[in-house]
């Protein structure tokens, strides 16, 4: 009976070990083969996240590139702006009454040097209001001598030439300025009133 105990104390404890080596190899050898996969994905997955990061820093190039470009140019493009709403203001005003030719012939030059620095949009408004022009004139001409009213081809041109105007003045709308800037330019302006007093 004691060779029989002990019999079965060795049989559970050679079934004990064996159920621990069997799930410590098996863990051991999915985790060996595990690892073995990662090392041979690991080339593979550099490779995508070098890409990645190659793309961005050429994304961020591209945009720095662009708005460096874009700064560079804005007092020329606000001057092109502010000139292009003075011709427009000038057009306007010889629509009526005046030699539209001339005006639109003035417009055409400066468009010729300078519309590059206007935004997409204001471009082609200013371009399509020197266009229409002469219409509206020849229109307004036929009106007078046949004694007729607008006519909706008319109104039409005539709308068009008139939102060239908004355009022009959105296009280079700043934003307005926030609190903490008004009250930094009134200390700025009210220091300066201050010196100017002392030194007068």
Known sequence: MVATAITLIVLNLIGMAYLVLRSFGTGYGTKKGGNAA???DLPELTRIVEDIKHQNAQLLESLKSHNQLRVAAIDKRLQAHQEAFTLWRKL???LWNGDVNSVVEECQRWW???CLYLEPEARNAFSIAYFLAPSVRQDVGGMRNHGTGHTPTMEARHQEIMRAGDVLVQAVQLPGLTQ?????MKQTNEL????GAENG
């Open 38 to 40: 990662d090392r041979e």
């Open 92 to 94: 306007v005003g010889v």
């Open 112 to 114: 010729d040097e300078n």
């Open 180 to 184: 903490a800037e008004e009250r930094s």
């Open 192 to 195: 300066k009133a201050g010196e």
